[in-house]
């Protein structure tokens, strides 16, 4: 028998396994957790700003606040929102701020707004006009309807014929029926010419001042052209104001803006 035959080999007893795979496990099962608590944190936070919304009101002001709320998620962000104040206001705007990873951010937000008018100022504005039946908050004192007006400018003003008429509706608007036409003459005597196209004539029916409708037929021509110093012109003006309601009649002549209208005022019954 050979000495040099093979022999088997003894199986070793202490040999090590490798520890790497267990250490990349364990840190990839580390970045999970982390990334999944962060993503719950995140969607769960909440970013709230505060807004301030100010309008403006001729004559009053006021200001309100309110708040936006938005989700948060991680970094700067931008939200929209809008807000609603006290007394009224009303805004929108647009905020701005940071958050951290857990979605929790500090922003501010500015935000203008518009109100309506208030009661008093819309109170105001209803007692001018129904002391002011022309529109304007200016007039001269009222004179009879026989009377001459001096006005600014060196301007004239007189009725010079009222008469009771059947008012003829011809035109998109008017109502026919028993009018008055009123003839109102100017006389420039001031030092330079008058645009005739400036002037407006209007009527008002008693104690309460309702206006008077109008209509162009028979026979109505109303101020146009230009009137040199020295020279005469008229209006004819035609007024649809039933035969009971002539025992109060204002007419009034607004000839230029600036100037407080020319008031006649009266019985028109004919």
Known sequence: MSEHGSRPTAPRHGSKRPVWPWIVGALALVVAVVVAVTAVLGSAGTHTTTSSASGGVS?????????????????????????????????????????SAAGQGTGTARATGTRGATAGSSAAATSSSAASPSGTERQLPPAAPDAVVSASGGLRFALTKVEAVDGKAVMPGEIAGPSVRVTVTVTNGGGRPVDLDLFAVNAYVGKDAVPARTVVEPGGRPFSGTLATGRTASGIYLFTIPRDQRDQVRVTVNYLSQQPDVVFEGSLAR
């Open 59 to 99: 004559g009053a002001s006021s200001s309100g606040s309110g708040s936006v709320t938005a989700a948060g998620s991680a970094g700067p962000t931008t939200r929209s929102g809008s807000a609603v104040g006290t007394g009224g206001a009303v805004g929108t705007g647009r905020a701005t701020g940071s958050e």
